[in-house]
């Protein structure tokens, strides 16, 4: 059974997977209002990968046979000035991510909850990704610069993503 801290961090942690969902959302919106659909395909798979996460905790506080208790989600960014700065927020988003799922991690690990350190450690690996790819297409971004034909090709590259994974 879940310790009512451990649930309580788990259930604060859908509300961020949420969040998270809801911020590739709006950032998708932004990327189809300046007609780059390549990166507008990229971030709604990428708003869908955030609630698979957020189910895969869903599930496993049930399985626990936990108590899932839905939070409030906040309001994402909404306004953008550049792709280069969208995707400088990925990145620092992401990151802060990761230094939640290490507290929780650490959290689990206090407690000897075995059952959710392993659980986590998906998560972990999950963030050496996310982190990846976020500073990969920054480091895109920045150099195409101010060159349209690059950002092009960037778009249609972002296009062919086709999954959330
Ligand atoms: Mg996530």
């Not at 801290?5 to 932004?30: C, G, H, P, R, V």
């Not at 609630?51 to 049930?62: E, P, S």
């Not at 899932?68 to 550049?82: A, C, D, E, M």
């Not at 689990?108 to 059952?115: F, G, K, L, N, T």
Request: with cysteine.
């Amino acid at each position: 059974m879940l310790s009512k801290e451990i649930q309580d961090a788990l259930n604060d942690q859908i509300k961020n997977e949420y969040f998270s969902s809801y911020t590739y959302l709006s950032m998708a919106a932004y990327c189809e209002s300046i007609n780059m659909g390549g990166f507008a395909t990229w971030m709604r798979l990428q708003s869908e990968e955030e609630l698979g996460h957020a189910m895969r905790i869903f599930d496993y506080i049930l399985n626990r046979d936990g108590r899932v208790v839905l939070q409030s989600i906040g309001k994402p960014q909404t306004k953008f000035k550049s792709l280069k700065e969208m995707f400088q927020i990925v990145l620092d988003h992401e990151r802060e991510v990761t230094g939640m799922i290490n507290k929780l991690y650490e959290q689990a690990i206090s407690e000897s909850d075995h059952a959710t350190t392993v659980e986590l450690q998906w998560f972990i690996q999950e963030q050496v990704e996310e982190e990846k790819t976020a500073q990969e297409i920054l480091d895109k971004l920045k150099l195409a610069g101010d060159s349209g034909s690059a950002l092009l090709i960037l778009d249609t590259q972002l296009s062919e993503r086709s999954s959330a994974q």
